[in-house]
C-alpha cells in the first residue's frame, strides 16, 4: 500500500510540476551575438560583442517562470574601425582587462497581451563592476521553415538601451555620445 | 650650388629644409585648429592621423637640421644696425628650436596618453611616452595649444622681420646668397 501511495505521489508531483517546468536550453554561441550602436559626430560607431555564455528557461504555460541570464564577452567587442575598438575595450569605456564581463539577469517577464512572442524584460546588468536595472524588449522567433509551436530550436532577441555615464564607461564623451542601443540575437537548443 | 653652409651663404640643404618646415608648419597651425573644432565622425577622424604623421616629419626634419647645423655651421645674422631688432631676431630663431620641440612632443605625449596607438601614415605605431592617464593627456594638450599658439606669434614675427628688412637676408635664405 505504501509503495503504491509513494509511487502515486511521484506521478502526482511530475504531473503537476511538468506542465509548469520551464524548459530549458542551451546558449549557440556561434551563431549567438550582440549588436551595440553609438551616436558619433554625425555618424554611429557599430560593433558587435560575443556571448560567452547564457542560462536560458523558457516557461511557455506561466511566462513569468521563465528566466533568461546572459553573459557577454568584453574583450572581444569589436567595433566597425580600430580605433574605436581599441578605446572600447581600453580603461576608459569598458576596461575589459578589469571586467571582461557584461552580465544581464532577468528579474521579471511579462509577455505582451496582444503580441504572445513578445515581452517586456526587466532585470540587471552589470557593466563595469556596475550594477544596475534594465528594461528590455524580447522577442522569440522560431528559425525559418520550422512549424508552429516547435520548441527545439529558438531565437530570442532583446533590445534595450543603456547610459554610458550610469556605469563609469564614459571615456570620449566629447566625442562620442552617451546611449548605447543593444540587441540581443540569441540561438537557443532545447536540451532535452 | 653648394650643399654645405658658408661664413656668409646657406647651402641648399639648410634652404630645403627651412622651406620644408616652414610651409609644413604654417599648414599644421591651421590644420591643427581646424582638426581640434571640427565635429570628428567617420568622415573625418582620419585627419588626425593624417596631422600626427606630418607633426612626426616635421620633429624628424627638425632633428636633422639640428645635427646638419653641427656638421656644417649656419652664417651669421646680417647685422641691422639696431639692437632690439637683432636681438628680437636671435631669440625668435631660438623660441623655434624650443617650440618645434615642444609642439610635437607634447602631441605625441598627449596622443599616447589616451591609451589609442599613436598610428602614423597608417603603418607605424610609435611607443607611449606617457601613462594611460587624463591629466596627462590633458596637460599635454594644454602644452601643445599653448606651444602652437607661441609658434604662430613666432612665426608672424619672423616673416615680418624678413620682408621687412632689405639686406639681402631674404635673398640668401631662398638663392643662397
Ligand atoms: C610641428 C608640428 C605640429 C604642429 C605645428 C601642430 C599644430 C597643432 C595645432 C595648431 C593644433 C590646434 C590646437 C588648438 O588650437 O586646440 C593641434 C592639435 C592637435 N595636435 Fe598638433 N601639431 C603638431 C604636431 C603634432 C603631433 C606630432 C601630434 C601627435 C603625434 C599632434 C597631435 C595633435 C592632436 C591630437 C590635436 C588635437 C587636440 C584636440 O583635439 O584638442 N600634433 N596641433
Redesign the pocket.
Known amino acids: 500500500m505504501r509503495i503504491i501511495l509513494a509511487s502515486l505521489c511521484v506521478w502526482l508531483t511530475a504531473a503537476v510540476c511538468g506542465w509548469a517546468m520551464p524548459l530549458t536550453y542551451a546558449l549557440n554561441e556561434s551563431e549567438s551575438r550582440v549588436g551595440f550602436e553609438v551616436p558619433f559626430g554625425p555618424d554611429q560607431i557599430t560593433g558587435t560583442m560575443p556571448v560567452r555564455s547564457a542560462d536560458i528557461a523558457l516557461d511557455f504555460e506561466r511566462p513569468a517562470n521563465s528566466r533568461i541570464s546572459v553573459v557577454l564577452d568584453v574583450g572581444n567587442a569589436q567595433a566597425n574601425f580600430p580605433f574605436a575598438t581599441q578605446a572600447l575595450r581600453g580603461p576608459r569605456v569598458l576596461d575589459a582587462s578589469q571586467f571582461p564581463d557584461i552580465s544581464f539577469v532577468s528579474n521579471t517577464i511579462e509577455v505582451r497581451a496582444d503580441a504572445p512572442s513578445q515581452a517586456l524584460l526587466t532585470g540587471d546588468i552589470t557593466i563595469r563592476g556596475v550594477t544596475r536595472p534594465i528594461t528590455l524588449d524580447a522577442e522569440l522567433f522560431r528559425p525559418a521553415g520550422r512549424a508552429l509551436g516547435e520548441r527545439e530550436q529558438l531565437f530570442v532577441r532583446l533590445e534595450g538601451a543603456v547610459s554610458r555615464a550610469a556605469f563609469g564607461a564614459s571615456g570620449w564623451d566629447d566625442l562620442v555620445g552617451d546611449e548605447v542601443s543593444l540587441n540581443l540575437m540569441l540561438r537557443i537548443d532545447l536540451v532535452e | 650650388m653648394s650643399a654645405r653652409n658658408t661664413d656668409v651663404s646657406f647651402g641648399w640643404v639648410t634652404r630645403t629644409l627651412h622651406w620644408a ?1 616652414a610651409f ?2 604654417l599648414a ?10 571640427m565635429e570628428v565622425g567617420m568622415s573625418n577622424i582620419w585627419m ?1 592621423g593624417v ?6 616629419v ?2 624628424a626634419l ?1 632633428a636633422v637640421r639640428i645635427v646638419w647645423h653641427f656638421v656644417s655651421p649656419v652664417p651669421e645674422s646680417l647685422p641691422s644696425g639696431v639692437g632690439w631688432k637683432d636681438r628680437a631676431a636671435v631669440w625668435v630663431h631660438r623660441a623655434f628650436y624650443v617650440l ?1 620641440i615642444v ?6 605625449i ?3 596618453a589616451t591609451g589609442l596607438d ?1 598610428l ?1 601614415f597608417n603603418r607605424v605605431t ?1 611607443p607611449p611616452l606617457a601613462p594611460v592617464s587624463e591629466a596627462w593627456e590633458e596637460a599635454a ?1 594644454a602644452v ?2 599653448v606651444a ?2 607661441l ?2 606669434l613666432c612665426v608672424v614675427l619672423h616673416i615680418a622681420g624678413a620682408v621687412m628688412r632689405k639686406d639681402g637676408t631674404m635673398a640668401r635664405m631662398v638663392r643662397g646668397a
Not at chain 2, 28 to 37: D, N
Not at chain 2, 51 to 56: F, P, T, V
Open positions: 618646415m609644413g608648419v599644421m597651425l591651421g590644420f591643427g585648429s581646424y582638426i581640434a573644432r588626425f596631422h600626427k604623421s606630418i607633426g612626426i616635421l620633429f627638425l618645434l609642439v610635437p612632443l607634447s602631441g605625441w598627449g596622443s599616447g599613436v602614423v610609435l594638450f601643445h595649444f602652437t599658439k609658434l604662430a
